[in-house]
């Protein structure tokens, strides 16, 4: 009685009457989105890995997205569908996820004073994913749209001009730490808010997750860096005939 008393004189509302089911769900579908878009995001950075395999390899892949195996050499324009929706959840979820941002510059330092009284190391990955979120949002979009509007130009020789000779590897590198130290967070903040392998001992655990999180984004950063490094080397070789595209030799 004492607790509802109490909550009725900070808010100044009735605990009795029904609360609202919306921002639950809300945060479910955040948690949803969030948690597709992070599998994906280490999909996608594999997948354009093959890369260090060999061009071959990154082609084949490429036309595996296309569907070649249902049409005789696949049509790019599949993949454009395929990326409009990412992009679409991309979009989603960075909405869902601006209801918890500062809105201003009076709640940023709220929030500034607060986790340096609490000095708790989870508030902090909360504000990093706030930031790298932050610039997700605009680069993403720019490396999403050029996906959707020139999907013909991804492969080996297409993607080497794309970072090389037209200058976008500076935008991957930054995309790259932030997107891969975002869903690191993310995925480790989402298995603690729903109890994911929490197992007999919840700390024990949530120290297990912590090492897996940083391990992770260690390992998709560095394969990031190689991956970028190789295409950035296939564009300069290739600078010459910019605008031609792989041909796999037939055997």
Known sequence: MLEND??????????????????????YWQSATGLFLAIFMIAH????????ISKEAMYRV?????????????????????????????????LLALRK??????????????????????S??????????????????????????????IGPYGSGDRVYSDLMWPLYLILLLAVEVHAAIG???LSVKWGWF???DP????????????????FMIALGLLTLMTYMKIGYEHQDEYGKRYIMESK
């Open 6 to 27: 109490s909550i009725e004189l900070l808010t100044g509302k009735d605990s009795n009457k029904k609360k609202s089911r919306i921002p639950a769900r809300l945060d």
């Open 62 to 94: 490429t036309k595996f997205f296309e569907l070649n195996f249902l049409f005789e050499g696949g049509n790019p324009w599949i993949v454009s569908v395929f990326v409009a929706i990412i992009f679409a959840i991309f979009v989603i979820h960075a």
């Open 124 to 153: 902090k990955m909360w504000m990093t994913q706030v930031k790298t979120g932050f610039i997700m949002f605009f680069l993403g979009s720019v490396h999403l749209y050029i996906m959707m509007t020139q999907p013909e130009s």
């Open 187 to 189: 995925l480790y903040r």
């Open 101 to 122: 941002f500062p809105i201003s510059y009076k709640q940023y330092k709220h929030y500034q004073i607060h986790a340096k009284l609490l000095k708790h190391r989870d």
């Open 198 to 200: 929490e197992g007999e």
């Open 203 to 218: 700390k024990k655990s949530r120290i297990k997750l912590k090492k897996f999180k940083v391990g992770l984004s260690i």
């Open 45 to 52: 950075m594999l997948f354009v890995s093959t890369i260090l």
